[in-house]
């Protein structure tokens, strides 16, 4: 097992940092996830296969978020933005100039701030089961009233084994998970915080929204995320990678938010991940694309532009004043004559047409391409109601989620 060296930093609001490098190779970057403790999570049966598959190829760098881990635990300024910061500060400590950069989950949105701000540090982004918007920017009807549930939940559980809240915290995150995996959550919520810091960071990440981030990514990043994820639906990830411009979509086979190095969708990812981060920084092939410009209209033309700069029907509809169903009329008209049934598949292939301002290639339109991924699983039911029996009855999914796939509107 290889070695980590962990230091410390300090921030201009004087807030301790701990962060870890360890490895050798090209540097990597990996951005804080919610409950981070870095020696936690060198034996942690979770993120111990993460670490072993990069450490492997790569010099890798993380830290413990303010609030977190090893990082000074009574910082009172929480905020995305200094979440930004301390990436900032560590990255800068550890002495990285041009970098790798991963983000899971909670910590996908702080790396694509990022890889925004600092195009010329960053070479290839990978992003693992996270999402562009926060759970509060949705619309999701009754996000408020489930956020409030678990927070409820959160305070009266938090790192208790045997707790209603830790059962739905581990089943949602690891359906698949052994009860020493389900252990290994509680365990970790123990020593990474207290309720009240963690609390604080989910209903921050909550209003989370970095859309017009993502829009300025300019180095090649790779979407991962699992097919049937019970806590970043995956929508989010089709969402970004409609707004990253060099942005391509992996879909994963699996039931896990938090994968299984045991199972194939495991295997697909470190394979995916290492054969991305091995490409040259911004090369990309070539593929032709005989996309039917010539039938459009000049007003579905402007629509899809529109489309392949991934805004959608409302943004469309603003942008060359119209009204939102003349837009869904268009987007209709447009999918028959570009022969899709999915936006996803016109981004790529508006994108690789030239439209949206992307003027890219991409990579060739393999199993795990965008213009190949499958439709959205079905969502799992809600409860409307503040009883968390029912709750936690509803949202702890049975050892294996349905498989087929539901119906999405243009």
């Known amino acids: 097992m290889k070695k980590q060296s962990i230091r410390f930093c300090t921030t201009p609001d004087h807030v301790r940092l701990a962060y870890a490098v360890s490895g ?3 540097p990597l970057v990996m951005s804080a996830t919610w409950l981070s403790h870095l020696e936690y999570h060198w034996r942690s049966p979770f993120w111990r296969p993460w670490l072993d598959a990069f450490n492997i190829n790569h010099k890798l760098l993380r830290h413990d978020s303010r ?3 090893l990082s000074d635990r009574n910082a009172e300024n929480i905020s995305f933005e200094n979440w930004v910061r301390d990436l900032e500060r560590v990255i800068e400590a550890a002495g990285f100039r041009k970098f790798a950069m991963v983000g899971t989950c909670w910590g996908g949105p702080i790396a694509i701030e990022y890889a925004a701000r600092h195009p010329d540090r960053v070479s290839h982004l990978v992003l693992y089961g996270t999402y562009a918007q926060g759970r509060l920017r949705r619309n999701s009807p009754d996000a ?43 365990d970790e919520q123990r020593v990474t915080t207290s309720a009240d810091t963690a609390i604080r960071m989910f ?3 909550g209003q989370t929204d970095v859309q017009e981030a993502a829009r300025k990514v300019k180095c090649p990043a790779l979407i991962l995320h699992p097919e049937r994820d019970l806590v970043v639906p995956i929508e989010q990830g089709r969402l970004l990678a409609s707004l990253i411009p060099d942005g391509r979509f992996v879909q994963l086979d ?14 697909q990812l470190v394979a995916e991940v290492r054969s991305f981060l091995a490409e040259p920084a911004g090369a990309t092939v070539a593929i032709a694309k005989a996309l039917p410009l010539a039938e459009l209209t000049p007003r579905e033309r402007a629509v899809l532009e529109g489309i392949a700069k991934g805004l959608d029907n409302a943004e469309i ?40 301002g992307a003027n890219r290639s991409s ?5 795990g391409h965008l213009s190949r991924a499958l439709d959205a699983a079905p969502k799992p039911n809600r ?6 029996t029912a709750f936690a009855r509803l949202t702890v999914p049975p050892r294996r989620a349905s498989r087929v796939p539901a119906r999405r509107p243009r």
Request: hydrophobic share 35%.
């Open 363 to 367: 990579t060739p339109a393999g199993p």
């Open 254 to 267: 699996s039931e896990n938010h938090a994968p299984l190095a045991n199972e194939p969708a495991w295997s």
């Open 383 to 388: 409860d409307g109601s503040l009883n968390t």
């Open 203 to 205: 209903e921050i990440a």
């Open 144 to 186: 408020i009233q489930k956020s409030r549930v678990m927070i409820d939940l959160a305070r009266l559980g938090w790192g208790q084994d045997g707790h209603p809240y830790m059962q739905v915290f581990a089943s949602r995150r690891q359906p698949g998970g052994t009860p020493a995996h389900w252990r290994s959550w509680c």
């Open 317 to 356: 509809a603003r942008s060359l004043s119209l009204s939102a169903k003349t837009v869904r009329n268009h987007v209709s008209r447009i999918f028959d004559k570009i022969r899709v049934k999915h936006r996803y598949e016109a981004i790529v292939l508006a994108r690789e047409a030239g439209l949206g």
């Open 24 to 26: 050798e190779g090209p």
């Open 67 to 69: 609030g977190c881990g």
